[in-house]
């Protein structure tokens, strides 16, 4: 799996919310960012089928066949991908139905991770783990992961079946998997793959005090997981942010995904990018290393 996978989330919608099937990016504007991507050898993508009901995992498969290129495909399951609130979960059946339904959007035969997209509670994690268990011997599976999770969910998961990755949310504004998430996957030897690098644009810059957000942005579109960042505290620390970025002379984007990569117990980062100039941060950051003092300064800014 590539440093920089590229996170597929908006294709057709914004993640696997009902509410937006059919919105984020287009068909063709899914294409150019993919086209973008390989070019830049950005060779693993990452969707769910859920997201944009279903979309997000049929455009990478008409891309696929059109263009011939075969990255490794990372996708989940969870969420509903008609929208249906009754359809959830993460039972034997749906499992093995769902994967199903997969394959035939991405059009493979086989996918290289397949996910957890969050733990069910209402289901026993033995029945869970068991069904991907049966699709890994069956050479439909390559490797299994979950997303998501915290170290309790893990250690019995691992009791089961070989999860090798994980992918939970991670960024210089969300540094909770750092007490234990991280520890615990660098001591048992599992991939982690950090989402939201950018805190839905909030480490972009994009959001200024006191003005209301842009036009199309995640704060108009599904502002709930990132309200309480508008916060003086966290403006003040987006402020130093830009100046430490300016010393640089990067961007802020650029700084933050290099705050993730310059961390050794981070394997990569998923860059879930709106246009295709939007992953031109992302690739600078691979040649920005920074020290662990100076990871330490650009953490200090913010509470």
């Not at 799996?1 to 919608?13: A, Q, Y």
């Not at 957890?116 to 869970?128: A, C």
């Not at 994980?166 to 991939?191: A, H, K, M, W």
Request: charged residues 25%; glycine residues 10%.
């Amino acid at each position: 799996m590539s440093r920089l996978v590229l996170g597929c989330g908006n294709f057709g919608g914004v993640g696997s919310a009902p509410a937006f099937f059919g919105q984020g990016e287009s068909e063709d504007e899914a294409v150019a960012i993919m086209d973008a991507a390989w070019e830049l050898g950005i060779t693993s993508f990452d969707t769910a089928d859920a997201y944009g009901g279903g979309r997000s995992e049929s455009w990478i498969g008409q891309w696929l066949v059109d263009r011939g290129h075969r990255p490794e495909i990372t996708t989940k399951v969870f969420h509903s991908v008609i929208g249906n609130p009754a359809d959830r979960g993460l039972s034997r059946e749906r499992i093995l139905r769902q994967f199903e339904g997969s394959l035939g959007r991405l059009r493979i035969d086989r996918v290289d991770t397949y996910m957890l997209h969050e733990p069910d509670p209402e289901t026993p994690l033995e029945e869970t783990l068991g069904a991907l268990r049966e699709l890994m011997e069956a050479g439909k599976v390559g490797a299994i992961g979950a997303s998501n999770v915290d170290v309790a969910w893990l250690e019995e998961a691992l009791s089961i079946a070989p999860i090798t990755v994980v992918q939970n949310s991670y960024s210089l504004l969300d540094r909770e998997v750092e007490s234990e998430v991280l520890p615990f996957c660098r001591d048992r030897g599992i991939t982690f793959m950090a989402f939201g690098p950018l805190a839905g644009g909030w480490l972009s810059g994009k959001y200024r005090r006191g003005e209301p957000p842009p036009p199309g942005s995640r704060m108009t579109l599904r502002p709930e997981p990132y309200a309480h960042l508008d916060d003086e505290a966290v403006h003040d620390g987006l402020q130093r942010l830009a100046e430490s970025a300016n010393e640089r002379s990067v961007d802020m984007p650029t700084l933050a995904f290099a705050w993730l990569l310059s961390n050794p117990l981070v394997e990569g980062i998923v860059a879930g990018p709106r246009t295709p100039q939007h992953l031109e941060p992302a690739m600078a950051a691979l040649d920005l290393e920074l020290t662990e003092a100076e990871r330490d300064e650009l953490a200090s800014f913010f509470p």
